[in-house]
């Protein structure tokens, strides 16, 4: 069992940067996947990235490629979602996912253990 608490969302300006953490307890992050996804009014939620158990491997959504980047600190038990050059349209809440399994996965219901997600507003 793993329980995950999401922080670091606010308020910030078209441009800005924030840095989204996942902090997890019970076993050691380091043998789940990770993922963000995020949810905007009125829309479904949607995968970010993607960070693999084992060999690190990365995936992205075409919408923030280049711009977030996730990454783990083992020893913290804590992944992270860098988050640069902010649109408005990343306006949404931002949940942490993480699975037991090898995976990388855009679909939802392939990462069973969810965090209560933070809120992330950008301003234009």
């Known amino acids: 069992q793993v329980q995950l608490v999401e922080s670091g969302g606010g308020l910030v300006q078209s441009g800005g940067s924030l840095r989204l953490s996942c902090a997890a307890s019970?076993?050691?992050?380091?043998?789940?996947?990770t993922a963000w996804f995020r949810q905007a009014p009125g829309k479904e939620r949607e995968f970010v990235t993607a960070?693999?158990?084992?060999?690190?491997?990365?995936r992205y959504a075409d919408s923030v490629k280049g711009r977030f980047t996730i990454s783990r600190d083992n020893a913290r038990n804590t992944v992270y979602l860098q988050m640069n050059s902010l649109k408005p349209e990343d306006t949404a809440v931002y949940y942490c996912?993480?699975?037991?399994?090898?995976?990388?996965?855009?679909?939802?219901?392939?990462?069973?253990?969810w965090g209560q997600g933070t809120q992330v507003t950008v301003s234009s």
């Open positions: 960070l693999a158990r084992g060999d690190g491997n990365t």
């Open positions: 996912a993480a699975d037991s399994t090898y995976t990388l996965s855009v679909v939802r219901t392939s990462w069973y253990y």
């Open positions: 019970g076993r050691a992050f380091s043998s789940y996947s």
